[in-house]
């Protein structure tokens, strides 16, 4: 059984921050964990704006706190988002993720991420190591 909390995560190395200070990452289950996904606690800062395509990789995404949108780059659609939205990149969509006021996301990804990821010009994540069991 693995147990953690986000007190004990917070300004270590699996507290990632973005370069631009848009947001930071929580990562409380990663690739190393061996359980086929990860899953994040992230803050979206007030007025962030961030171009993502997780090219690689399925992400769920429910927002606990907050207002934003998501704006999807192949049609121009947007979805606003609230405490108790979720939302899916099922089809690998290239997004912009916009916070109105700061957002707290718990976010799931498939395969796992190994944590220290960071967007690349795309803004998607390379390939990490595969999920071992």
Sequence with gaps: MIVRRLDEIMNGERDVRAANGNWE???LILNDDAVGFSLHDTVIHAGGETLLWYKHHIEAVYCIEGEGEVETTADGKVYPISAGTVYLLNGNERHWLRARTTMRMVCVFNPPVTGREDH??????????????
Excluded at 120 to 131: I, L, V
């Design 25 to 27: 990452s929580r990562r």
């Design 120 to 133: 690349d010009a795309d803004g998607a994540y390379r390939p990490g190591a595969e999920y071992r069991s």
